[in-house]
């Protein structure tokens, strides 16, 4: 069944022809639609394409499907992604990176075996989200942690016994890189990894105490391809990688080579996490051979643009007039780009929901702006960064209730939701006509079918600007929608003149964002 070959030359040409074609293929759509409809061809090298997704964070799966069906599918998000599904460790006892937590979140970064019995509920009810979302147009991307296993603990919530080394049924020692001094071995001095830019430590040395798989290995490449397999026969779209750069490119390229194609026919999409500021090979855009990357860096230029450095944190969003590639981030079709995931709102490298108003204002931004696949993260309150998603006794996720306050159900924000129509609309529309005050108030349109403007300043301010929209009436919709009987929520639209031009008032911390969908 598998060839046992990893990525040969021939095979790798192939596939960067496959992602050049899915490419061109997402410039003629709009997003999210590439893969749906798709003719049924078995020998398709198409990648998945994702829509706008929202980063379901440690939501349990009966949770996930209902938000499917109620509010992700009718609201224009075209996937989920949702956390590590495979069994994970169990935490008995405090101490080992947590005094005050049981069951941090993070339990779930360390797995033990491939079934999905998980703090966010059984495989069968894992299966019924997956159908649920699909029915509902929602495609389901999932965390794969497939760098490691455990770094402590026992036993897992599907109630295994495992050793570091050792998890029955599914790998033992020879499975794992190891301290030593052989080619295949973490040369290290502590077995961990202690130099970020030796890309020897960084693929072979453990990463925080976490028993480094020998991914390199036929035999574990077999054992990952048939999880990541068992997802994709269950309906799953892709993988956000975990720990991708800890990999390597070699490594991925052959775990990939074993993937089946997914229910839509194309490969499945591949989004690797690799933290920028590694030399060489090291780097994000090193691994956008291999696929696609998450936009990490881009996460600290926004939270640099919308909230900068001094202690009042004014921030000046001027300068994203220019942002992607021209402010050196990796390209924008090899791009999953957020506001914020679930590491980085907990060590300062991004805006978060604490940041109130603002917070959603960058988010709103990111779905005009269409740089990369865009995603909304939305997790779970918290005050320590340890602390566990509300769970029961036992550390099983209870149902998200997004009235509770536990939840900062950012996904569900009505300005948020108004932009993903409203990024659905225009596609992939050329940006044009940016304006700014020079410091806290831009906009832009996207051709002619779509104008936005931002206000990341404590005060409304009122512009008067191209929107390169037609004459019409529009209504905004970060707070409403065109009806029958003008804007819905009693907002009062704008007016945009014969030569495009429109005088808007733009709320503090707050967008105005017009398209033609919306037009009275
Ligand atoms: C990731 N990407 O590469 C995840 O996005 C990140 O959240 C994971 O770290 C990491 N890689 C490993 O998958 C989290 C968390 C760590 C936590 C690990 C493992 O940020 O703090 O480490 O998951 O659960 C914890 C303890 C740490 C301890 C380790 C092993 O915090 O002190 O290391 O477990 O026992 C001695
Ligand atoms: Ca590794």
Same mark, same amino acid.
């Given at each position: 069944?598998?060839?046992?070959?990893?990525?040969?030359?021939?095979?790798?040409?192939?596939?960067?022809?496959?992602?050049?074609?899915?490419?061109?293929?997402?410039a003629?759509?709009?997003?999210?639609?590439?893969?749906?409809?798709?003719?049924?061809?078995?020998?398709?090298?198409r990648t998945?394409?994702?829509?706008?997704?929202?980063?379901?964070?440690?939501w349990?799966?009966?949770?996930?499907?209902?938000?499917?069906?109620?509010?992700?599918?009718?609201?224009?998000?075209?996937?989920?992604?949702?956390?590590?599904?495979?069994?994970?460790?169990?935490?008995?006892?405090?101490?080992?990176?947590?005094?005050?937590v049981?069951h941090?979140?993070?339990?779930?970064?360390?797995?033990?075996?491939?079934?999905?019995?998980?703090?966010?509920?059984?495989e069968?009810?894992?299966?019924?989200?997956?159908?649920?979302?699909?029915?509902?147009?929602?495609?389901?991307?999932v965390?794969?942690?497939?760098?490691?296993?455990?770094?402590?603990?026992?036993?897992?919530?599907?109630?295994?016994?495992?050793?570091h080394f050792?998890?029955?049924?599914?790998?033992?020692?020879?499975?794992?890189?190891?301290?030593?001094?052989?080619?295949n071995?973490?040369t290290s001095?502590s077995?961990?990894?202690?130099?970020?830019?030796?890309?020897?430590?960084v693929?072979?040395?453990e990463?925080?105490?976490?028993?480094?798989?020998?991914?390199?290995?036929?035999?574990?490449?077999?054992?990952?391809?048939?999880?990541?397999?068992?997802?994709?026969?269950?309906?799953?779209?892709?993988?956000?990688?975990?720990?991708?750069?800890?990999?390597?490119?070699?490594?991925?390229?052959?775990?990939?080579?074993?993937?089946?194609r997914?229910?839509?026919?194309?490969?499945?999409? &591949?989004? $690797?996490?690799?933290?920028? !500021?590694? %030399?060489?090979?090291? +780097?994000?855009? @090193?691994?956008? =051979?291999?696929? #696609?990357?998450?936009?990490?860096d881009?996460?600290?230029?926004?939270?640099?643009?919308?909230?900068?450095?001094?202690?009042?944190?004014?921030?000046?969003?001027?300068?994203?007039?220019?942002?992607?590639?021209?402010?050196?981030?990796t390209?924008?079709?090899?791009?999953?780009?957020?506001?914020t995931n679930?590491?980085?709102?907990?060590?300062?490298?991004?805006?978060?929901?604490?940041?109130?108003?603002?917070?959603?204002?960058?988010?709103? &931004?990111? $779905?005009?702006?269409?740089? !990369?696949? %865009?995603?909304v993260? +939305?997790?779970? @309150?918290?005050? =320590?960064?340890d #602390?566990?998603?509300?769970?029961?006794?036992?550390?099983?996720?209870?149902?998200?209730?997004?009235?509770?306050?536990?939840?900062?159900?950012?996904?569900?924000?009505?300005?948020?939701l108004?932009?993903?129509?409203?990024?659905?609309?225009v596609?992939?529309?050329?940006?044009?006509?940016?304006?700014?005050?020079?410091?806290?108030?831009?906009?832009?349109?996207?051709?002619?079918?779509?104008?936005?403007?931002?206000?990341?300043?404590?005060?409304?301010?009122?512009?008067?600007?191209?929107?390169?929209?037609?004459?019409? +009436?529009?209504?905004?919709v970060?707070?409403?929608?065109?009806?029958?009987?003008?804007?819905?929520?009693?907002?009062?639209?704008?007016?945009?003149?014969?030569?495009?031009?429109?005088?808007?008032?733009?709320?503090?911390?707050?967008?105005?964002?017009?398209?033609?969908?919306?037009?009275?």
């Amino acid at each position: 069944m598998y060839t046992h070959l990893g990525l040969c030359l021939p095979q790798r040409a192939a596939r960067r022809r496959a992602m050049v074609a899915a490419t061109v293929l997402a410039a003629g759509f709009a997003w999210g639609s590439q893969s749906s409809g798709a003719p049924a061809q078995g020998t398709s090298n198409r990648t998945d394409v994702p829509g706008v997704t929202a980063n379901l964070f440690e939501w349990n799966w009966s949770s996930v499907g209902n938000e499917c069906t109620s509010v992700l599918g009718p609201g224009g998000f075209r996937g989920v992604q949702v956390s590590a599904p495979q069994d994970s460790l169990k935490r008995t006892s405090l101490g080992d990176g947590s005094n005050t937590v049981l069951h941090p979140w993070w339990e779930v970064y360390q797995p033990v075996d491939y079934n999905l019995t998980s703090r966010m509920g059984s495989e069968e009810q894992f299966k019924a989200m997956v159908n649920t979302c699909r029915s509902a147009g929602v495609k389901v991307y999932v965390d794969a942690v497939i760098n490691h296993m455990t770094g402590q603990g026992t036993t897992s919530y599907g109630g295994q016994s495992y050793t570091h080394f050792n998890y029955p049924g599914v790998y033992d020692s020879g499975d794992f890189h190891h301290l030593g001094t052989g080619p295949n071995d973490c040369t290290s001095t502590s077995g961990g990894i202690e130099d970020f830019n030796n890309r020897h430590q960084v693929f072979k040395c453990e990463l925080v105490g976490l028993a480094d798989l020998d991914t390199s290995s036929p035999d574990v490449q077999d054992q990952l391809a048939a999880y990541l397999n068992k997802l994709i026969g269950y309906g799953v779209s892709g993988f956000r990688v975990d720990a991708a750069k800890h990999i390597g490119q070699a490594d991925l390229d052959a775990i990939y080579s074993r993937l089946h194609r997914t229910k839509d026919h194309v490969k499945p999409y &591949w989004a $690797l996490e690799v933290f920028g !500021g590694g %030399p060489g090979i090291l +780097s994000p855009q @090193a691994f956008t =051979t291999s696929g #696609d990357v998450l936009g990490l860096d881009g996460v600290k230029q926004i939270r640099d643009a919308f909230k900068s450095y001094p202690a009042e944190h004014i921030g000046s969003i001027a300068t994203l007039e220019v942002f992607g590639s021209g402010s050196g981030l990796t390209p924008s079709s090899k791009t999953l780009s957020f506001v914020t995931n679930h590491d980085t709102e907990r060590n300062g490298d991004a805006l978060n929901y604490k940041d109130g108003p603002r917070y959603v204002l960058a988010n709103e &931004w990111l $779905l005009a702006e269409g740089y !990369g696949h %865009p995603q909304v993260f +939305s997790g779970f @309150a918290w005050n =320590t960064t340890d #602390d566990s998603p509300p769970s029961d006794a036992n550390g099983i996720i209870t149902n998200a209730d997004c009235t509770s306050g536990q939840w900062t159900c950012t996904h569900r924000n009505p300005g948020i939701l108004g932009m993903v129509g409203w990024h659905n609309y225009v596609g992939t529309a050329r940006q044009a006509n940016f304006w700014t005050d020079g410091d806290n108030v831009i906009s832009f349109s996207e051709g002619h079918r779509g104008w936005a403007g931002f206000n990341n300043g404590a005060a409304p301010r009122t512009i008067t600007v191209q929107t390169g929209l037609p004459q019409g +009436s529009y209504c905004n919709v970060i707070v409403s929608k065109a009806t029958g009987a003008g804007c819905s929520n009693g907002v009062a639209p704008v007016s945009v003149n014969g030569g495009g031009f429109a005088t808007v008032t733009v709320g503090a911390y707050d967008a105005v964002a017009l398209d033609r969908q919306n037009r009275l």
